[in-house]
């Protein structure tokens, strides 16, 4: 009888079961899965870490940047709705073509090392918040300058500055710069920077040299910078432009401007 019951039972309830087990949980999947999405993701061009089969921090962010570019719900799951998505999509591709760059794309939230083969490498990033701040006792705005900039000047490990660390710091132009922080949120967040996780900050950081050529830009402003890389004077020049401080003070006279010293954003 009870056997009978449990018959009953299973045939009941078995769809449900079924469908519980479908539904998107990162234990859900085998390690074999897992491995899986790993290599698909890292032939895609995101940045995963090791392809070992373990759902490890490299490998969410990887999936949360995946999400990012694709406009899915950023769940940082890895489930079979996700990994089917994951085995359908194509690699993403640079605004621009034709030689090796940086681009930070603000709409999406995501940063793509471009190779001179159009091959890119996908992080995600946390930009400008937009909101006003306070730093020195002057108010700014947490803006993500949008434009083509070069890398001119570099930190190495941890630098601290009045907005708080940040770690391998590659500026761009004024305090802002593209460095790994310890939050990195799935929205704008930052005082104008360009934050990147950390576990990938530090290998980021060796790939731009000086001179780096780095592209941000939304859905309404993007500029090229093709002519920088064809004539390394233009790009010389922007290298300069960048170094300049980020604002200027003009308290004393008019007549007299005074360099400040950079503010990192973070």
Request: hydrophobic share 40%; with cysteine; net charge positive.
């Amino acid at each position: 009888m009870k056997s009978l019951l449990t018959i009953c039972l299973l045939l009941i309830f078995a769809p449900a079961i079924a469908s519980a087990q479908k539904t998107d949980h990162p234990s859900v999947l085998s390690q074999t899965q897992i491995k899986e999405a790993e290599r698909r993701l890292s032939d895609l061009g995101y940045w995963t870490g090791p392809i070992d089969g373990r759902f490890d921090n490299a490998t969410r962010w990887a999936l949360i940047t995946f999400q990012k570019y694709e406009a899915r719900p950023i769940t940082a799951q890895l489930t079979l709705q996700e990994l089917e998505a994951i085995r359908t999509s194509s690699s993403p591709r640079a605004r621009d073509a034709g030689y090796a760059h940086v681009e930070v794309d603000i709409d999406r939230q995501v940063l793509m090392i471009v190779d001179e083969r159009d091959h890119v490498t996908v992080l995600p990033v946390s930009t400008g918040n937009d909101k006003w701040f306070m730093s020195d006792g002057q108010a700014s705005i947490a803006y993500t300058p949008r434009g083509r900039f070069v890398v001119y000047e570099k930190s190495f490990g941890w630098e601290n500055g009045q907005l708080g660390s940040v770690y391998y710091a590659n500026y761009i132009t004024g305090g802002v710069a593209i460095h790994g922080y310890l939050t990195v949120p799935n929205e704008p967040a930052s005082h104008g920077c360009i934050r990147i996780p950390m576990f990938a900050a530090r290998e980021v950081s060796k790939q731009f040299t000086l001179g780096t050529i780095v592209l941000v830009y939304d859905k309404i402003s993007f500029v090229s910078a093709k002519e920088w890389a064809q004539n390394p004077k233009l790009k010389e020049g922007a290298m300069l432009n960048g170094a300049a401080p980020d604002y200027i003070d003009v308290t004393n006279s008019p007549r007299t401007k005074k360099p400040r010293a950079r503010t990192t954003r973070t």
